[in-house]
């Protein structure tokens, strides 16, 4: 599978960018282009996207809401008024009003009905606290989106920092990596989200992790959890790590490591996975019984492990 292409193709639809700008961003025999500067390159990209959609719009979104439930709302209430009052006209705003209090106030002087005369009367009141409920309505409405799509922005900027973190503690465990770099960072990719069932906050260095509920994750023993902790918890689900052959001849250890990791096989209910897309169907394949989907990881990961 191609992923850098389809990685062109997402970052010319959502940001913007053409192939050329894709190509340079992406170019491998630039000496200064990394993972991490190539990351780094394209969360800023997506920041300054974020900011344009956000930034001098907020005004302009909320009076367009309010355009949109001021026409809504004066439209639905001159109908109503129109068959309250029986009048056939295609008068709107003040002036149907002007024709229905014309129509139904008596003036034993037969004086012309004055502007302020208009404003208190209470149809002309009743049509003015109808509009403002809808303006404080579409209002509401646009800044809870604005706000929506700000906290988003925030908490995936703020899941870069975690996984970046995570990754480094992971690689820390000594891992054993399938030998084919693609599947190695799509197994590594894979674990990363399982991190996403909790949320995070930033405290300068330190990392706090909440449930998805706003409070504190703990422990059984109602300890807070801590980064560290839980990668390693995680990460065992997904990799078999070597042990430390405490100074001895690294390549006599790594076969013996081979042989004391070596799976049993594949659960005989569960068709051998071919391509890692197929491995990662299995194991998210949730009416397959979590031990059968370890036993498959474990499995794949023996197999394409680096010599």
Do not use: C
């Amino acid at each position: 599978m191609d992923y850098k292409k389809i990685l062109t193709g997402l970052l010319s639809t959502a940001l913007k960018l053409d192939n050329g700008a894709v190509a340079d961003l992406l170019n491998e025999e630039n000496s200064e282009n990394t993972e991490d500067t190539i990351l780094s390159a394209i969360v800023q990209l997506d920041s300054t996207r974020i900011s344009k959609l956000t930034a001098g719009k907020p005004g302009q979104t909320y009076q367009d809401g309010y355009k949109k439930g001021k026409s809504e709302s004066l439209t639905n209430l001159e109908k109503e008024l129109k068959g309250i009052y029986g009048i056939e006209s295609d008068k709107t705003g003040a002036e149907l009003v002007a024709d229905i209090i014309s129509g139904n106030t008596t003036s034993t002087e037969g004086t012309k009905l004055t502007d302020d005369d208009i404003k208190k009367h209470p149809v002309f009141l009743q049509m003015q606290r109808v509009l403002k409920q809808e303006k404080d309505a579409a209002v509401a409405q646009a800044k809870t989106e604005v706000e929506n799509i700000q906290k988003q922005h925030n908490s995936e900027k703020t899941f870069e920092t975690v996984k970046s973190a995570a990754l480094k503690k992971l690689a820390s465990l000594n891992p054993i990596l399938p030998e084919n770099a693609e599947i190695a960072a799509n197994l590594q990719e894979v674990f990363a989200n399982s991190l996403k069932d909790y949320d995070y906050q930033l405290d300068g260095d330190n990392v706090i992790i909440l449930k998805k509920d706003g409070t504190m994750a703990t422990d059984k023993h109602g300890n807070n959890i801590e980064l560290d902790d839980l990668v390693t918890a995680n990460a065992s689900k997904f990799f078999v790590f070597q042990k430390n052959n405490g100074g001895q001849n690294s390549g006599n250890k790594n076969d013996d490591d081979k042989k004391s990791n070596k799976q049993p096989g594949y659960p005989s209910n569960i068709v051998k996975p071919k391509t890692f897309e197929e491995v990662t169907k299995i194991i998210n394949d949730k009416s397959i019984p979590l031990a059968d989907r370890d036993t498959v990881l474990s499995t794949w990961e023996a197999e394409n492990a680096k010599p």
